[in-house]
Antibody, heavy 118, light 107 residues
Framework: EVQLVESGGGLVQPGGSLRLSCVAS????????MSWVRQAPGKGLEWVSY????????YYADSVKGRFTISRDNAKNSLYLQMNSLRAEDTAVYYC???????????WGQGTMVTVSS | EIVMTQSPATLSVSPGESASLSCRAS??????LAWYQQKPGQAPRLLIY???TRATGIPARFSGSGSGTEFTLTISSLQSEDFALYYC?????????FGPGTKVDIK
């Protein structure tokens, strides 16, 4: 089955760190670019970060630049998001998504919830 | 940053009727426009990409049109499972942006 499965969410204090993971199965992970997208409670979708299939290109939303780092391990079919200096406004469900320049986000994980609160 | 707007915010439709959802981009995105459906507690699902191409497994009652800055998602003969939130998104550049969404609810 073609799927993405996120993990690593949880409750963290402001200023803390968290690392999210996304494991891909059912397709050739190394052939696809990937992104993280988040959704704050009751709000819309916000693209967070992108990494190319070869890991040579990374992009970040201004809201997370300098605090979040995207990475991937193609040998492990895994995508990661290292989140540092977390703020209350980072509270959201974080989705990993397969990112195709010709077909947008065509595959999504089920999401993992991150709550930043003291 | 390309700003996406959607209208209306909420659309009340009776089952069996059609619905037209609008999406506008602040600058041209060519045909690099996608539509997603999201139901409560679920991840978004890709419906349309390339402004008018249905994703795999999407019923023919969903159709997309437009190019440049003006786009439309049309749902013909709404089924009960179609009542949901719909987002448009541009992928014309690396800074992907989404519209605020249109909620389609039962009239």
């Amino acid at each position: 089955e073609v799927q993405l499965v996120e993990s690593g969410g949880g409750l963290v204090q402001p200023g803390g760190s968290l690392r999210l993971s996304c494991v891909a199965s059912g397709f050739t992970f190394s052939s696809y670019d990937m992104s993280w997208v988040r959704q704050a409670p009751g709000k819309g979708l916000e693209w967070v970060s992108y990494v190319s299939r070869s890991v040579s290109i990374e992009y970040y939303a201004d809201s997370v630049k300098g605090r979040f780092t995207i990475s991937r391990d193609n040998a492990k079919n895994s995508l990661y998001l290292q989140m540092n200096s977390l703020r209350a406004e980072d509270t959201a469900v974080y989705y990993c998504a397969r990112d195709r320049w010709d077909a947008a986000f065509d595959l999504w994980g089920q999401g993992t919830m991150v709550t930043v609160s003291s | 940053e390309i700003v996406m707007t959607q209208s209306p915010a909420t659309l009340s439709v009776s089952p069996g009727e059609s619905a037209s959802l609008s999406c506008r981009a602040s600058q041209s995105v060519s045909s690099n426009l996608a539509w997603y459906q999201q139901k409560p507690g679920q991840a978004p699902r890709l419906l349309i990409y390339g402004a008018s191409t249905r994703a795999t497994g999407i019923p023919a009652r969903f159709s997309g049109s437009g190019s440049g800055t003006e786009f439309t998602l049309t749902i013909s003969s709404l089924q009960s499972e179609d009542f949901a939130l719909y987002y448009c998104q541009q992928y014309n550049n690396w800074r992907r942006t989404f519209g605020p969404g249109t909620k389609v609810d039962i009239k």
